[in-house]
């Protein structure tokens, strides 16, 4: 077989499963069908004007432009007042590993104490719920790595226990990781690669 065609072949699955469709529906927020708003809106537990997401608790607060907001629009998860929740289910496979990412910044308003500004990501994978602070200042980028138990797996964010000024969600995205073999076969692939791109070089 010609050993470009080979490599190709190595080489295109593995770099494809390496990105990793994405599982989370509408993780930046900007898919909402209430009312247009300036600084930020109240959803109430059981609201169904944010695409995907299930909000539960008391409430949350859409935001953008200001209370801490991310990237157009993000989610203030002490809404008004809170606590709240908001949450979706994942169609994952039994024993695969994923990747949790989200950006993680916070309402620096006047209820600025650190249970307020506590998000926790309930238990993935049967492990035990995480914790993150949002309280330091600016946007930080948080990621947790679980394999998945269920078909059906809850990704479900909540505030902290009171207050209007919460932790601030955005840009939420779970994507499979590679198995190792994977891994191999891509750089299998990509070495393959090389050497017909040196063999194919011209003589000088
Ligand atoms: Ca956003």
New binding site residues.
């Given amino acids: 077989m010609n050993k470009l065609l080979l490599a190709a072949l190595i080489a295109a699955p593995a770099l494809s499963f390496a990105a990793g469709p994405e599982l989370v529906v509408n993780g ?3 898919q909402y069908s209430g009312a247009s708003f300036s600084g930020f809106a109240k959803l109430a537990a059981g609201s169904s004007l944010l695409t995907g997401w299930t909000v539960g608790a008391t409430s949350v607060d859409i935001i953008k432009g200001n209370y801490g907001a ?5 989610i203030d998860m002490l809404g008004t007042p809170g606590p709240g929740s908001v949450a979706q289910t994942l169609n994952t496979v039994i024993g695969q590993t994923y990747w949790l990412q989200f950006d993680l910044s916070s309402n620096r308003g006047g209820d600025n104490n650190a249970a307020g500004k506590e998000l926790t990501v309930a238990g993935l994978g049967g492990g035990a719920a995480q914790s993150f602070s949002a309280l330091t200042a600016g946007v930080s980028h948080q990621s947790y790595i679980f394999t998945a138990d269920s078909t059906a797996t809850l990704l479900k964010f909540s505030s902290g226990p009171s207050g209007y000024s919460g932790s601030v969600l ?2 939420v995205s779970v994507t499979a990781v590679p198995e190792p073999q994977t891994y191999a076969l891509m750089l299998a692939g990509l070495a393959a690669m090389g050497f017909v791109a040196r063999r194919r070089k011209p003589a000088q």
């Fill in positions: 930046s927020f900007e991310v990237s157009g629009n993000s955005d840009n």
